[in-house]
């Protein structure tokens, strides 16, 4: 049972455009969000993140924007630059049974960004 | 700084083998989380370690184990490969246990393929 959605797995769009990569969830017990982005051959790097008690953060280029009613979040990249170009992953941080956390992720959408 | 690090990068066994995977967190960090990224899927959690226990495991068999070192280092093993074994493992360090704020740092993981 996948509880975060990213249904779009790829995206094309033009240096200098607005990327716009979108992530559903399905628990509503969900408090923090986060966007990893990765290349090949290398680990996931973090980008930003998100509590649910706010709709919205920023942090340069990248905007992630949450919808708690709709439980789906969205990461806006602007301007989108060709070094953009990698899979993102959204990721919904989660308790385990021992209450520790664990991240349970999507599987991922990959940007490309044409020059 | 040194980030996570992990050996080996790749490695190919066959199945039914035995395999080991190592991981050093970053200086200061306590908690290893270790990851399988099936190719096509995201990240998924498969044990998290913290001060040297376990703090939460994923849904995973009892083939899969890991410990943490007093130097916070920590290793994944792996008994009796089957195919579907092949994937990245990824090893994420976090100065606690991954919550809020304090969020993972990938290494670039092992590659291991079993045929």
């Known amino acids: ?115 | 700084d040194a980030g996570v690090t992990q050996s080996p990068t790749h490695l190919i066994k066959t199945r039914g083998q035995h395999v080991t995977l190592r991981c050093s967190p970053i200086s200061g960090h306590k908690s290893v989380s270790w990851y399988q990224q099936v190719l096509g899927q995201g990240p998924q959690f498969i044990f998290q370690y913290y001060e040297k226990e376990e703090r939460g495991r994923g849904n995973f068999p009892d083939r899969f184990s890991a410990r943490q070192f007093p130097n916070y280092s920590s290793e994944l093993n792996v008994n009796a490969l089957l195919l579907g074994d092949s994937a990245l493992y990824l090893c994420a360090s976090s100065r606690g246990q991954g919550s809020g704020a304090n969020v993972l740092t990938f290494g670039a993981g092992s590659r291991l393929t079993v045929l």
């Open chain 1, 1 to 115: 049972d996948q509880q975060v959605k990213q249904n779009s797995p790829s995206l094309s769009v033009q240096e200098g455009r607005i990327s716009i990569l979108n992530c559903d969830y399905t628990n509503s017990m969900f408090d923090y969000f986060l966007w990893y982005k990765k290349y090949p051959a290398e680990g996931p790097t973090f980008l930003i993140s998100i509590s649910s008690i706010k709709d919205k953060n920023e942090d340069g280029r990248f905007t992630v924007f949450l919808n708690k009613s709709a439980k789906h979040l969205s990461l806006h990249i602007v301007p989108s630059q060709p070094g953009d170009s990698a899979v993102y992953f959204c990721a919904a941080q989660a308790r385990t049974t021992s209450g520790t956390y664990k991240y349970i992720f999507g599987t991922g959408t990959r940007l490309k960004v044409l020059a």
